[in-house]
């Protein structure tokens, strides 16, 4: 029995030679520069990718499996790609991981634990962002670790929850509540899920163990019938990347720096604003319906039926339809990013109800997503701006319909067109506007353009 297992060992240590040396001749910093893109950058992309054949293997051998195979799966191949990406600095996230579930097991189901769980996570993050931070978009073990800290945060608060009575929680807090006492095993599948943890969704425990224990299916028992539709959004993805890829070589956030930018007539600096602003978004909405699909593939996607038919939307970042066609600055956010969206209204906004004022609430977690995303004072004014853009927003709209005349002017047909198209221009140049702070992260570039 021995000698077998030695034999075993050996084995897997000569394919971990084999592989270690055909990532070395794919020579991926060479194929990367081929492209265009950053070898980090590349490696994401097929990390992304990678989730499809491991979902695949996961229909077809785990899906009837034991619910801690399961686990592990998720936990192996999670640190596996974690390592493919950012190497020996997946530690960062393996101790929050271990960290949490100490926190859970030590404080219990308390505001301690609560407190503790969002000053630490959040304090590791940040100094992640302080320590690493450049004047340029870096993919670094942050990016990941930031879609981590939510889910943990989560987690906390859900736990929490799970030991109050059951009618003094509301409807959406019921069903996040978790019950039951998690295993270190289940934070770890949970924490590193191969379709979703290096750039989300987010999705709460409840809803991933129920993926675990096979509920999350179209046919009762059996393995979902999510093919088509994971393909759908895959296809749509892949449509995103090729325009992204062949169109950002040429409207690019460097380009507000230049000279030649400065000397252009204002339209013009306008026109590319405009443009630049929707076409920056195209890279999140390409990892998003990426992800997206393989999410549908497992399961995960699955958010039971409406009028007799599956939904597959429980993983949706993106409305892609909403995107293109809604001229409000509302409908951008209601249609970009969906369940971080949800996850602060769910666990920031809805909790800071006791402060009695709608706005400080808004504007507190406008702040918590500003500092979430990074240190930069790029993101703190973008997400001021969306504050206020969305005020004057909701404010000239009521003008309108309180006003007989404007009301009257907006409901003639035949100026639908126009007015859309006004709206669609002026949404998409103040999205840009706001954007150019996102996308040059320090005041003294984000400056220049304002």
């Known amino acids: ?28 910093n060479k194929l990367a520069a081929s492209l265009g893109a950053t070898e980090q950058a590349l490696r994401l992309i097929i990390s992304i990718f990678l989730g499809y054949p491991l979902a695949l293997f996961y229909r077809h051998y785990l899906f009837y499996k034991d619910s801690y195979l399961i686990h592990l799966f998720h936990t192996f191949t ?4 974690m390592y493919f990406n950012f190497g020996n600095q997946l530690y960062h996230s393996l101790l929050c991981v271990v960290l949490q579930f100490l926190i859970l097991r030590l404080m219990g189901r308390t505001i301690t634990a609560i407190l503790t769980t969002f000053c630490f996570q959040m304090a590791y993050l940040l100094a992640g962002y302080y320590y690493t931070a450049t004047g340029n978009y870096d993919i670094k073990w ?25 009618n003094s929680l509301s409807s959406e807090q019921q069903k996040y509540a ?21 750039v989300g969704p987010q999705f709460s425990m409840n809803h991933y163990m129920k993926l675990v224990q096979g509920q999350l299916t179209d046919i009762p028992g059996k393995i ?11 296809s749509l993805g892949l449509v995103y990347l090729v325009g992204y890829t062949l169109l950002s070589p040429h409207i690019t956030e460097e380009y507000f720096l230049t000279e030649d930018y400065d000397s252009r007539p204002f339209w013009f600096r306008c026109m590319y604003m405009l443009v630049w602003g929707k076409f920056v ?18 399961g995960l996607g699955f958010n039971n ?8 939307d429980a993983c949706a970042n993106m ?37 009695g004022n709608k706005e400080l609430s808004q504007g507190l977690s406008l702040l918590f997503l500003a500092l979430w995303h990074g240190l930069h004072s790029g993101y703190l004014i973008c997400f001021q701006m969306e504050f206020l853009i969305v005020i004057v927003e909701r404010q000239a709209a009521s003008l309108i319909r309180e006003s007989p005349t404007l009301s009257n002017l907006a409901s003639i047909t035949v100026l639908q067109p126009f007015y859309y198209l006004v709206q669609q221009t002026i949404h998409w140049l103040f999205m840009g506007y706001s954007m150019t702070a996102f996308c040059l992260f320090t005041w003294d570039k984000w400056l220049k353009v304002a």
């Open 305 to 312: 039926f409406e009028n007799g038919k599956a939904k597959w």
């Open 224 to 234: 979902p019938n999510s093919t088509k539709p994971a393909l759908k959004r895959l």
């Open 142 to 166: 942050t990016m990941p670790h930031c879609v981590l800290t939510l889910k943990l945060i989560g987690l906390a608060v859900d736990y929490f929850d799970g030991g109050k009575e059951q």
């Open 78 to 81: 999670g640190l596996s790609i």
């Open 319 to 355: 409305k892609v339809w909403l995107f293109e066609t809604n001229p409000r600055f509302t409908g951008t956010i209601a249609s970009f990013n969906i369940n971080t969206n949800a996850w602060v209204a769910r666990y920031i906004f809805k909790r800071l109800k006791f402060l």
């Open 281 to 298: 978004l195209y890279k999140y909405v390409t990892c998003w319906l990426v992800t997206e699909g393989v999410c549908i593939l497992t």
């Open 1 to 28: 029995m021995a000698s077998a297992a030695e034999g075993d060992v050996g084995t897997v240590a000569e394919l971990a030679t084999v592989l270690r040396w055909g990532f070395q001749e794919l020579s991926l």
């Open 178 to 198: 978790i019950r039951g006492v998690p295993s270190l095993l289940e934070v770890a599948g949970f924490s590193y899920f191969y379709g979703a943890f290096l």
